[in-house]
């Protein structure tokens, strides 16, 4: 198969995950400045992906009530997770270049928290259907929210918060 024949499936590919019509590229040769414009426009795909993700967690941490500025920081950092079980005490860490997190609970028990983002919340966590379900009850007129996290084909940790129907979903990937 020749380098043009891949640029053509691929230049499919995009069209139908975009929903536009590139078709007409077919198994024709392409040009280097056709190829660069099928780049310029995967590239511009992806990073409207991106955007969108942290537009839903921007938008979740604005219906929780978290400042602009901290939302915009928050939106954009990448941290890392570790959950520790110890007996029946469970520790999870969040760690990123702004902040560390950390919460030590037991499964069942409801306890005052301070989230990362500085709210006072009551926490309860639960397991239901393999999800670890934490829900937090809002102090001094604070918003409540629901928080799931699982894990998908075994190297994958999704986090699905929702508040008031606005949802974000921040997946992290198992270390090595």
Not at 9 to 22: I, M, R
Not at 59 to 72: I, Q, T
Not at 74 to 85: G, M, Q, R
Request: hydrophobic share 40%; charged share 30%.
């Amino acid at each position: 198969m020749s380098s043009s024949t891949v640029l053509t499936v691929f230049a499919a590919l995009v069209a139908s995950a975009n929903g536009l019509l590139w078709l007409q590229w077919g198994v024709r040769k392409c040009s280097f400045f056709d190829f660069f414009l099928l780049l310029r426009r995967v590239k511009r795909l992806l990073r409207n992906d991106a955007d969108s993700k942290r537009h839903r967690r921007q938008a979740y941490l604005k219906e929780v009530g978290v400042g602009m500025l901290l939302r915009k920081m928050a939106a954009n950092i990448k941290p890392t997770l570790d959950i520790k079980i110890e007996g029946d005490e469970w520790t999870m860490t969040s760690t990123s270049s702004f902040k560390t997190h950390a919460v030590k609970f037991k499964l069942g028990q409801e306890f005052d928290d301070k989230t990362a983002d500085g709210r006072d919340v009551l926490s309860k966590f639960t397991v239901e259907n393999d999800k670890l379900v934490q829900k937090e009850t809002g102090k001094n007129g604070g918003k409540d929210s629901t928080i799931l996290r699982f894990v998908e084909g075994g190297n994958k940790l999704s986090v699905t918060c929702e508040c008031n129907g606005v949802k974000s979903v921040r997946t992290y990937e198992k270390a090595a």
